[in-house]
């Protein structure tokens, strides 16, 4: 290049030279001060879903890998801050995989953002169960000791007690009292990090449970009647002792009926064959929801935890649900141009009953337990607009190529031996 032509030899940036002008072109992020490493590091924590940007961080260099700690596996599972709450796992391989044996995806839902994970502790194990970014599992062989892993810090909770079989929904509460918290056969069984056995509650709740969810640290449950429970651990080795928070019932417009602890009420919300509906609890842009299938239709309900009151809703604010046997994800359909606002997918609308929230397979022998996969399903979606449902796939579930749609129904309809 000729002088006049801009640049000159003597300016230009040599392939592979670390120098420019006698100065380091490579930022000295190592030579931070540790006070404003950690403050970083703490802001970019309390971001949603940070830990994956946090640990990203200790990745950096050696210096601030020493000045941000990595947490301890009590912590990374029962301290809040560090729960992945906003990441689900997403399988998108087939069963019988054969290659990259321990990769896994991982959707931000706030954002639409993918990632890929290695996770090499996932060969000798199968994973029973997610919930607040957190994996539950078991070891592969009888008698399948309970495991919860964080898949962003690698590290994980060990329970002496081993999985029950015939569970569906699972939960583990955070802070000083951790609980894995499981609902086998409508009731709710638990376990603390020194428990030898899981724990089933008895008196507390004594009605049929079919949803449970993670929210601000605590776990809820519903039951086929419309009412929200929240469990209270009073200690760390004991787990039969549940609070009764909430216990409104899903009544006709206009009428309000509360059972309150102790009575003796049976009455429930029946369809119109005499089935009790199931109802569906689901975090959402911080605010708990309950979903019920009331005369044909889906209603939304908001729990207010303070007061102890359930307030039908109109509009999701833009976002969207997914709803399913095992567990509901709420994303931001803005984020997602694949789905619509304002919409709850889930399967088979039309068959919705307490028999199909029932139906859960187990293997004859005494290995791992296998869901079903229920792929012959219809894809549904449903309009809060317009109260509206329409059939958006009848084919088999699992055919490829994968919708999100498709892909976000599965995490939440079943999940299978990974």
């Known amino acids: 290049m000729k002088e006049g032509d801009g640049w000159s030899s003597e300016r230009r940036w040599p392939h592979g030279s670390t120098k420019f002008g006698g100065l380091s072109i490579i930022p000295e992020w190592n030579s931070l001060p540790t006070e404003l490493v950690q403050v970083v590091a703490d802001r970019v924590l309390s971001t949603t879903g940070g830990v994956d940007a946090y640990m990203d961080m200790r990745a950096v260099c050696s210096t601030w890998r020493s000045a941000i700690a990595k947490p301890s596996p009590l912590a990374a599972v029962a301290g809040l801050r560090f729960r992945p709450r906003h990441w689900v796992m997403l399988d998108l391989q087939p069963d019988d995989r054969n290659d990259d044996d321990d990769a896994r995806l991982f959707l931000h839902v706030p954002t639409g953002r993918i990632r890929r994970l290695h996770l090499p502790v996932l060969r000798d194990n199968f994973v029973a169960g997610a919930t607040d970014g957190l994996l539950v599992r078991g070891d592969m062989y009888p008698p399948h000791l309970a495991r919860v892993l964080n898949p962003f810090t690698g590290d994980m909770l060990h329970f002496p007690a081993a999985l029950p079989r015939h569970f569906k929904h699972t939960s583990v509460k955070g802070g000083s009292h951790s609980t894995l918290v499981l609902l086998r056969w409508g009731s709710v069984v638990c376990a603390a990090p020194n428990s030898d056995f899981f724990t089933e509650t008895e008196e507390a709740v004594e009605t049929y449970l079919v949803s449970i969810v993670n929210y601000q640290g605590d776990v809820y449950c519903a039951d086929a009647r419309g009412c929200v429970f929240k469990l209270v651990a009073p200690a760390a080795d004991q787990c039969d002792d549940d609070e009764l928070l909430v216990i409104p019932e899903v009544s006709p417009p206009g009428v309000d009926v509360y ?118 399903c219809d894809m549904c979606v449903y309009n809060l607009r317009g109260d509206m449902v329409d059939i958006i796939y009848s084919k088999d579930f699992r055919a490829r190529p994968f919708s999100l749609v498709q892909v976000l129904l599965w995490y939440c309809d079943v999940l299978p031996k990974l």
Do not use: W
């Not at 605010?287 to 009331?294: A, G, I, P, Q, T």
């Not at 889930?346 to 290995?367: H, P, Q, T, Y």
């Open 259 to 376: 059972a309150e602890e102790g009575d003796d009420d049976d009455d429930t919300k029946e369809g119109d064959d005499g089935s009790e509906m199931p109802s569906y609890l689901v975090e959402s842009a911080g605010e708990l929801l309950l979903v019920r299938y009331v005369d044909e239709t889906l209603k939304v309900f908001r729990v207010d935890v303070e007061h102890k009151l359930l307030e039908e809703v109109k509009s999701l604010g833009g976002r969207t649900l997914f709803l399913g046997q095992e567990r509901c994800v709420s994303v931001d359909a803005a984020k997602l141009p694949s789905v619509d606002g304002d919409c709850i997918y889930m399967l088979d609308f039309e068959n919705v009953s307490m028999s199909d929230s029932e139906d859960m397979s187990m293997s004859d022998s005494e290995d791992m337990p296998i869901l079903d996969s229920g792929d012959k």
